[in-house]
């Protein structure tokens, strides 16, 4: 793993229902990430917050029955261009949300870098529902959908209008709530899931393996997009869509020091941390941990 490293915060929260994801980044900082990373030798620069309008919630499209679109595309179109910006310093992005829309952006401007940009999406959720299947309008749960190309032309179209990510390059881990038409579409893609069930059956080594190795295969960079809704509510309880049943603490701490020692991460975020739905801060310190672990910090 690159040891330059650029963090930004991306506070969108107009993407889902709850107000305070917004203040994630800052709560994650608060945590003394920065000065942890840096003391275990990572050379990093903090970029700031970028500037987005979270003014407005629920303005929904007349057409799409999406809410907040077009500050949300405007959102993540700033957050594509600053990431695009690390890349050319020769940083590894590191991106605090903010919701999980801000993977829009984030992926938008990694792309370009790679001939086949992989992403790992360790969430409860798939994130693959469309206008057209949606059951709420919150974007928050489209942004893997719109990485593989499907979505409004507002969101596909944020630094070029493509399929930023393959669906053959995508491995899902973690899932426990996805939505019938989803469920539909991982079919009919063919992209890599591993559920709860697989994580139970298998344990978190084996699944983690064999997703390092399905993407070591096909892949020559590999996107991190870790929502703390991933791991089970007990230890992230600062979530605005809570799951039980995830991931525990240990489990996803042995996921994140087997992906440092792959080596195969070159960008990562981490999204959904609410300080307004959370108990003293414990989600962002949980989000810290698994950060630091990620870029290799060790028992002993």
Partial sequence: MRKKVGLVGAPITIAQPHFGVDFGPDSIRYTGLIKRLMESGIDLVDHGNIKVNNVGKDQVDPKTSLKNLEAVAE?????????????????????????????????????????????????????????????????????????????????????????????????????????????????????????????????????????????????DGVHLSLDVDGIDPIHTPGTGTPVEGGPSYRETHYAMSMLHDADIITSVEVVEVNPLLDEGNRTAHVASDMIEVLFGNKYL
């Fill in 75 to 219: 959102g993540n179109s700033a957050i594509a261009q600053k990431v695009k910006e690390i890349k050319s310093k020769g940083e590894m992005p590191l991106i605090l949300g903010g919701d999980h829309s801000i993977a829009i952006g984030t992926v938008a401007g990694l792309y370009e870098s790679y001939k086949n940009l992989g992403i790992i999406w360790y969430d409860a959720h798939a994130d693959l529902n469309s206008a057209e299947i949606s059951p709420s309008g919150n974007i928050h749960g489209m942004s893997l959908a719109v990485n593989l190309g499907i979505g409004h032309e507002m969101l596909t179209s944020i630094n070029g209008n493509q399929a930023k990510v393959k669906p053959e390059n995508t491995v899902i881990i973690g899932a426990r709530s996805i939505d019938e038409g989803e469920k539909e579409l991982i079919k009919e893609l063919g992209i890599k899931v591993y559920t709860m069930h697989d994580i139970e059956h298998k344990g978190i080594g084996t699944v983690m393996k064999e997703a390092i190795t399905y993407l070591e295969e096909r892949t």
